[in-house]
């Protein structure tokens, strides 16, 4: 009867284990695509889309006639800090962007901070679109 008690309750605690490790993965994975998807929309110049990924209580307003005379294009994620509890994820980015009436090339560096809604499953960014300045 112990040994049966003793492999019931290693099996529960690596099946734990496996949930957690399966769970991280999922939420890796999902910051991945979602950065992805954020970079693709910066590079693409959709700069309403790039602004779904802020969270809402941290977005701008975006000006789109001073949006249109700026392209970015090379976007490059530097160094990636994840918090100890893997809700948090702070990236350097170093960009590129187009000013295309002055026809003039700029470089930025800034970081992002990504946050984890555990409620919707989701990554929304705590930092609004780069600070472009034209």
Not at 3 to 19: H, P, Q
């Amino acid at each position: 009867m112990m040994n049966r008690l003793r492999f019931l309750f290693l099996g529960t605690m690596a099946l734990l284990v496996s949930c957690a490790a399966i769970s991280e993965k999922s939420r890796m994975d999902r910051f991945s695509d979602i950065s992805e998807n954020y970079k693709f929309a910066l590079l693409r110049a959709d700069y309403h889309l790039a602004s779904s990924f802020v969270d809402p209580s941290e977005r701008n307003t975006i000006d789109p006639n001073r949006m249109k005379e700026i392209k970015i294009v090379d976007y490059k994620p530097n160094r990636i800090n994840l918090s100890e509890d893997k809700s948090q994820i702070k990236q350097d980015i170093e960009l590129q962007y187009f000013l295309m009436g002055r026809n003039l090339l700029r470089s930025l560096q800034y970081q992002q901070v990504w946050q984890y809604q555990e409620e919707s499953k989701m990554w929304l960014l705590k930092t609004d679109l780069p600070p472009l300045v034209p």
